[in-house]
C-alpha cells in the first residue's frame, strides 16, 4: 500500500511564497514518483508537477514553469514544491500522489492520493 502525508499550505498574498511537502511510503520500483496535482472550485483537477526521486527528473505544467519548483530528499522519500510568485488562480486544493512512470508519464498509485491541502492566494 502506497501512502503520502501532505504538509504545508495556508494563506499567502500575490507574490507571496510557500513550500509543500510531501512524503510517501510503500512504493519499491526504480521509477518512484511523486507528484503534485490541484484542484480549484468549480474546477477539474490538473497536474502541477512531478519528480521522479531516482533521477531528479522532474515535469511541470506550463502554467506554472518558472514560479515552481519541485525538489526531493531521497532518504526520506519526500519531495518538496516551492511555490513563488504566487498568483490568485494559484489558489486551490493541492494533492498529493505517489507511483511509478508508464512511458515517462507518472501513473499515481490509486491509494496514495492524500487529503490535500489548502493553498489560498487572496490579497
Known amino acids: 500500500e502506497v501512502q503520502v502525508v501532505e504538509s504545508g499550505g495556508g494563506l499567502v498574498q500575490p507574490g507571496g511564497s510557500m513550500r509543500l511537502s510531501c512524503t510517501a511510503s510503500?512504493?519499491?520500483?526504480?521509477?518512484?514518483?511523486i507528484g503534485w496535482y490541484r484542484q480549484a472550485p468549480g474546477k477539474s483537477r490538473e497536474g502541477v508537477s512531478c519528480?521522479?526521486?531516482?533521477?531528479?527528473?522532474?515535469w511541470y505544467a506550463r502554467s506554472v514553469k518558472g514560479r515552481f519548483t519541485i525538489s526531493s530528499d531521497s532518504a526520506k522519500n519526500t519531495a518538496y514544491l516551492q511555490m513563488n510568485d504566487l498568483q490568485l488562480e494559484d489558489t486551490a486544493v493541492y494533492y498529493c500522489?505517489?507511483?511509478?512512470?508508464?512511458?515517462?508519464?507518472?501513473?499515481?498509485?490509486?491509494?496514495?492520493w492524500g487529503q490535500g491541502t489548502q493553498v489560498t492566494v487572496s490579497s
Open positions: 500522489a505517489a507511483g511509478g512512470l508508464y512511458r515517462g508519464q507518472f501513473i499515481p498509485s490509486d491509494d496514495s
Open positions: 510503500g512504493y519499491t520500483g526504480d521509477d518512484f514518483t
Open positions: 519528480i521522479t526521486i531516482s533521477s531528479g527528473s522532474a
